[in-house]
Antibody, heavy 119, light 108 residues
Framework: QVTLKESGPALVKPTQTLTLTCTFSGFSLSTSGMRASWIRQPPGKALEWLAR???????FYSTSLKTRLTISKDTSKNQVVLTMTNMDPVDTATYYC???????????WGQGTLVTVSS | EIVLTQSPGTLSLSPGERATLSCRAS???????LAWYQQKPGQAPRLLIYGASSRATGIPDRFSGSGSGTDFTLTISRLEPEDFAVYYC?????????FGQGTKLEIK
């Protein structure tokens, strides 16, 4: 059974850097073909893909956010980490991690973690 | 990037009725690389359909997907009470992957 769980601060101040960790089980990011992504959802709004990391350490980022995002993995801990710099209130959202199947669809998703950006 | 437009924004139906949800892409989605998700309040999205028409594991056969090119449809043949939720389409044929804005399926 594949499970993922996000963790990180619930509240960050504007201009701060956000660091989120996704801890997963049931698959390994050292296995060929495996990928994981981060997706976010502002309250009451649609989903937005942010970043992806592959088993071979290839990384891909949202065009609009790429200057602020860094994704990394720790295969020994089964974790994927996302950092986002210069946080702004518009970045308030639930942040999800998900297994990214064949570079295509997302299944399953973690439960998500709500991050509020406020002074 | 490809923009996905879902319609209607809200669909009001009764249990037992048939639901038809639309997802239209701003340009052709290659190889029918389109997925559908269901999201209930306070929950993460759940994969329903991938490859435009393949049901994910454990998804009831009342859910079906169809379409190609720029027009895709999710059909729920007979609505069950647990089907009332928000539905999102996602294209992954072109980078970056993008989502539609969602269709809310509510009880009439």
């Amino acid at each position: 059974q594949v499970t993922l769980k996000e963790s990180g601060p619930a509240l960050v101040k504007p201009t701060q850097t956000l660091t989120l960790t996704c801890t997963f089980s049931g698959f390994s990011l050292s296995t060929s073909g495996m990928r994981a992504s981060w997706i976010r959802q502002p309250p009451g709004k649609a989903l937005e893909w942010l970043a992806r990391i592959d088993w071979d350490d290839d990384k891909f980022y949202s065009t609009s956010l790429k200057t602020r995002l860094t994704i990394s993995k720790d295969t020994s801990k089964n974790q994927v980490v996302l950092t986002m710099t210069n946080m702004d209130p518009v970045d308030t959202a639930t942040y999800y991690c998900a297994r990214h199947i064949a570079g295509g669809w997302f299944d399953p998703w973690g439960q998500g973690t709500l991050v509020t950006v406020s002074s | 990037e490809i923009v996905l437009t879902q319609s209607p924004g809200t669909l009001s139906l009764s249990p037992g009725e048939r639901a038809t949800l639309s997802c239209r892409a701003s340009q052709s989605v290659s190889s029918s690389y389109l997925a559908w998700y269901q999201q209930k309040p306070g929950q993460a999205p759940r994969l329903l359909i991938y490859g435009a028409s393949s049901r994910a594991t454990g998804i009831p056969d009342r859910f079906s997907g169809s379409g190609s090119g720029t027009d895709f449809t999710l059909t729920i043949s007979r609505l069950e009470p647990e089907d009332f939720a928000v539905y999102y389409c996602q294209q992954y044929g072109s980078s970056p992957s993008t989502f539609g804005q969602g269709t809310k399926l509510e009880i009439k």
